[in-house]
């Protein structure tokens, strides 16, 4: 802008302290000149209706070419983003990103990341007040302590979706209790076994002390063993959450798609899946409630770390699974024990004993469906509508057209 104008007073002051800096003379390339030369008008009136009043306030006059082409729309197909947002919009998001200022609410999280420097202060836009920006609900994982006298804290949360917008993924860096640069991963990434990354949010608040290591326009850290530490430890932790994020997105799909006879992620007994992830969830520090007034068999609450169950695990195990094909319910069997790899299924009476050696059924994505396909053939074979000859040279084909699945 071409001046700032900025208006100070304290509590317990009846001065009105008025500055306005010409901004644009320090941005003038045409001439060389002390900035100390520049002249800066201040004006002090005594306001005995200030006496209670803390407040500074800064206009902008005159905005640059920066501001009004800041608040002009952006063309961008990344709808998730704050750029597809009303330019307005957009900058309020940024300044509850990165100002010292307070969440709205005080959830446990909240208090957790209460400020123990007295640093902060209240932000209002059009008289509208500011606060911080959320996190996600369920914590993953939170920390206080200290490195090489360094006192700092974090919390990773994540609510088991895609966090929205973009830039909210990650974890916030604050420094005093202001925002430092963007949002980071400490290098993480997802094209490196972290598919989930994405689902994390959250912040790491670092004492005062660690001012000195900060560049010059705050934005990022000088590299140092200190700073290199901290992060090193932060990243090591975010990694765990995300490897944490990532088992118990797994296992619940799993269950859940195992209800979804077509889309199982491997050929494998219901029963089986069901059990095998929630014990996998048991060994990851969620607790196994039985309760019998519950509709679903198993239902999950990620926030508590929990698994319902309408039934022991005992009793889950032993369920019989059925499949209806052409009309008719038959139970399912999953063997290991087929010599011959190459022998898809069996029928007997009115039970199917699937061979999960078979090659196609291997498959993640489909193995269920050529599962389906293949039992319609072996009971039409058994009907006579088709000879085995017929069918088990179907077989073959189905191995051959599809191998690029095996």
């Not at 360094?150 to 949360?157: A, E, M, P, V, W």
């Not at 409630?289 to 770390?305: F, G, M, P, Q, Y």
């Not at 011959?340 to 199917?352: A, I, K, Q, R, S």
């Not at 039992?375 to 189905?398: N, V």
Request: glycine residues 4%; neutral net charge.
């Amino acid at each position: 802008c071409d001046e700032l104008e900025i208006s100070t007073t304290s509590e317990n002051s009846t001065e009105l302290i008025t500055t306005i800096i010409p901004a644009k003379e320090y941005m003038d390339t045409g001439k060389e000149l002390n900035v100390s030369d520049i002249p800066i008008v201040v004006k002090i009136v005594d306001k005995k209706t200030e006496l209670k009043s803390h407040y500074t306030i800064m206009r902008l006059i005159n905005p640059s070419y920066l501001v009004k082409n800041y608040f002009n729309e952006i063309e961008t197909k990344k709808r998730d983003s704050i750029y597809a947002w009303n330019p307005f919009k957009r900058f309020i998001w940024e300044l509850e990103e990165d100002l010292p200022i307070k969440y709205e609410t005080k959830g446990k999280n909240e208090h957790f990341l209460d400020y123990d420097e007295p640093i902060g202060m209240n932000v209002f836009v059009n008289d509208k007040e500011l606060f911080r920006n959320k996190l996600p609900n369920i914590v993953l994982e939170k920390y206080e302590g200290n490195l090489n006298n360094i006192k700092f804290k974090f919390t990773y949360n994540s609510n088991y979706e895609s966090i929205k917008p973009f830039e909210s993924r990650g974890i916030k860096v604050r420094v005093n209790n202001v925002g430092v640069g963007k949002r980071t991963d400490f290098g993480l990434k997802r094209d490196r076994g972290f598919s989930r990354l994405h689902w994390i949010s959250g912040e790491l608040q670092i004492e005062s002390k660690i001012k000195s290591f900060l560049s010059i326009n705050r934005d990022e850290f000088v590299s140092s063993p200190t700073v290199d530490e901290i992060i090193e430890f932060c990243a090591d932790h975010l990694r765990k959450a995300a490897y944490f994020v990532e088992s118990v997105a797994i296992a619940e799909k799993s269950i859940k798609n195992s209800f979804k006879e077509n889309i199982k992620d491997k050929v494998e007994s219901k029963n089986k899946i069901i059990s095998s992830n929630i014990k996998s969830l048991e060994k990851r520090g969620f607790e196994v409630i039985e309760d019998a007034s519950r509709n679903e068999l198993v239902s999950i609450d990620k926030e508590s770390r929990t698994v319902y169950v309408n039934r022991s695990l005992e009793k889950i195990e032993t369920i019989v699974e059925k499949i209806n094909i052409i009309n008719k319910n038959y139970s399912i069997i999953y063997s290991d024990n087929y010599e011959d790899e190459m022998v898809p299924c069996t029928l007997v009476n009115n039970e199917v004993i699937i061979n999960k050696k078979f090659p196609l059924f291997r498959s993640k994505t489909y193995g269920s469906v050529f599962k389906k396909m293949i039992l319609i053939l072996l009971i039409r074979s058994e009907g006579k509508f088709i000879d085995k000859s017929t069918y088990e040279k179907i077989i073959k084909d189905y191995i051959k057209e599809f191998k690029e699945f095996i």
